[in-house]
């Protein structure tokens, strides 16, 4: 008996698995809003070069002229190319030749300038501060911004590792509890910093805790929950995070200072550690580590809860249970086994380079939306809801429609729309391709979870999940990196993104197979004669194995 058969025995769905779902489900939604609030505490407002005289008001009373202040500000910044004032310089001293109708460019060129010694100011109309009016991040100091989202994802790369170890050692509920501790802990700190170093510091710890949560919910719940609904659980922890985007975007109509926002999206998390405090350990977990009296107390707790009887719920029928969950433990593979053989070799590198080019693109888009336009509030709204849209459709169009068809063709729609969004004057246009985009790469994301699953054998299913968790995290983590070309063309990064994603479609579609109504694999042999234990055939009679080395 597996310990699948016994999940019917206390409710495959029940009660009890609705409130775990639900417990667990607003906790993510405010955890969620994370991910993307740098969108508004790290917004770019204009800004100008600080002019002394004209910026103190007391100065600029005394100012005996009847100039106005448009026309003063000319007098002391020159103008870009497209007739706007300079972000991050001004003259050297007031210059009366701007004035002037008659000044050319290359007059203008040869009045001497310098840096913004005296500081910025900033547009305050849409965002009234963000740790880039409060540090400076601008002109020399741009590229910190994106470092700091950078540090972000490194410390989700190093949260997956720490707390997926921390997990298998110590338990689920513990380090489900002690990450959303620790991400209610470094989020709210993120409020009192008062440098960009320390912001950093505490960026990172978020980082590293939110991915142990994620990791350690998720698993709690996939242990939880039978293969028939466990597609449906992961839309659901999805359409969590959409709803996440979707209330980020709300408060900031109303709380605009980037230090109230960080709390408001904060504090709430503390009382969600009480919500989840009555979950019980997963059995699955307290089993394979031959606890049976603890696990048959989960189970039979479950079953009350769910108004199950649980007369088959004995020690002798945990026991039975070990001996099928540890089979595949038995035999330990290394990473050197998961590019032996050239099936599974080609499966993990096209697989991984999928996940790569998903990371880089949804975080590469949703973390630029102020480029999109000046309403950031409405696109982030706008992002929200439409992510949850995309997640709904998958449930309905994930079994009718072939795991690699919705890939390659998300993939290369969104290869299409992103190059097609730079080059259309009209904003509404452009927000509505960059838009359709992104959600194809929501999509992607939640199909590529499903697909991974279908193609990978049991018995390193799990160490291949690691594996690409690892790589989306590093596709994430150069997302910043990548959009910070925009300073220097316009058309670099999305020109970047769309090559990566027709070339991730090609891949997939040359190089994998298909895996609906298929039978997931378990062993690696099935991978190397063919997709599941049903096309498993060796080529030759004299050939009837497959050498793996074990250790």
């Keep these: 008996m597996a310990f699948e058969d016994l999940l019917p025995e206390v409710g495959a769905r029940g009660r009890f698995h609705v ?84 000044v050319t460019g290359q007059n203008r060129s040869q009045l001497e300038t310098e840096p913004c010694v005296d500081g910025w100011v900033y547009d305050q109309s849409i965002i009234t501060s963000s740790i880039v009016t409060e540090w400076n991040l ?18 989700n790369l190093v949260g997956y590792v720490t707390w997926g170890f921390l997990s298998d050692r110590f338990g689920r509920k513990w380090t489900i509890l002690s990450s959303l501790l620790m991400v209610a802990v470094s989020s709210t700190g993120a409020f009192f910093v008062q440098s960009f170093p320390v912001y950093c510091c505490f960026r990172f710890l978020l980082g590293s805790s939110i991915s142990g949560f994620f990791l350690c919910s998720g698993t709690m719940i996939q242990e939880w929950t039978t293969s028939q609904y466990r597609p449906l659980v992961i839309i659901i922890f999805g359409l969590c995070v959409s709803l996440g985007h979707m209330l980020l975007g709300v408060v900031t109509y109303v709380i605009q200072e980037w230090r109230k926002l960080q709390l408001v999206v ?30 048959l107390n989960v189970l039979r ?34 990473m050197l086994d998961l590019v032996h053989l050239s099936n599974l070799r080609t499966r993990i590198l ?39 849209l995309s997640r709904l459709g998958t449930i309905f169009i994930m079994n009718h429609l072939g795991r690699r068809t919705i890939l390659v063709a998300g993939l290369l729609l969104a290869g ?109 042999q099935e991978i190397e004669y063919g997709h599941s234990r049903e096309e498993a055939r060796p080529k030759d009679k004299r050939d009837t194995t497959v050498k793996i080395s074990q250790f």
């Design 416 to 524: 299409l729309f992103i190059p097609a969004s730079v080059f259309l004057p009209q904003e509404i246009l452009h927000v509505v391709l960059s838009m359709l985009a992104v959600n194809c790469i929501v999509v992607c994301i939640s199909y590529n979870g499903v697909y991974a699953t279908e193609l990978i054998p049991t018995v390193v299913r799990n160490r291949f999940r690691g594996l690409t968790l690892l790589v989306d995290r590093v596709g994430a983590m150069l997302a910043p990196l990548v959009v910070t070309l925009r300073h220097y063309s316009p058309y670099v990064s999305p020109i970047i993104f769309a090559i990566m994603a027709i070339t991730a479609g090609l891949v997939i579609f040359f190089f994998l197979p298909e895996t609906q109504n298929k039978p997931m694999p378990d062993t690696m």
């Design 350 to 388: 096209c697989l991984s380079f999928a996940g790569f080019t998903l990371g880089v693109i949804f975080y590469g888009l949703s973390l630029d939306l102020q480029y999109l336009g000046h309403n950031i509030q409405m696109l982030q709204v706008l992002l929200g809801i439409s992510t949850l």
């Design 301 to 334: 707790k479950v079953a009350k809860i769910n108004g199950v009887k649980d007369e088959n719920l004995t020690v002798e029928a945990l026991r039975s249970t070990t001996e099928k969950e540890l089979v595949p433990a038995q035999t330990h593979y290394t």
């Design 138 to 155: 601008v002109c020399g100091f741009q590229t910190l911004k994106s470092l700091s989202q950078s540090i972000f994802f490194a410390g």
């Design 266 to 295: 904060s504090v709430p998390l503390f009382a969600f550690l009480l919500t989840i405090w009555w979950l019980p350990e997963s059995p699955r977990w307290l089993i394979v580590h031959r606890k049976y009296d603890e696990a």
């Design 19 to 102: 409130l775990q779902d639900i417990s667990l489900g607003i906790s993510l939604i405010f955890v969620g809003c994370h991910f993307l609030i740098e969108n508004f505490t790290a917004f770019v407002p204009e800004h100008r070069c600080r002019i002394p005289f004209l910026d103190n008001t007391s100065a600029l009373f005394n100012v005996s002229t009847n100039l106005n202040f448009s026309s003063l500000l000319k007098l002391s910044i020159p103008l870009d190319s497209k007739g706007k004032l300079e972000r991050c310089l001004r003259f050297s001293w007031p210059q009366w030749l701007p004035l002037s109708p008659n």
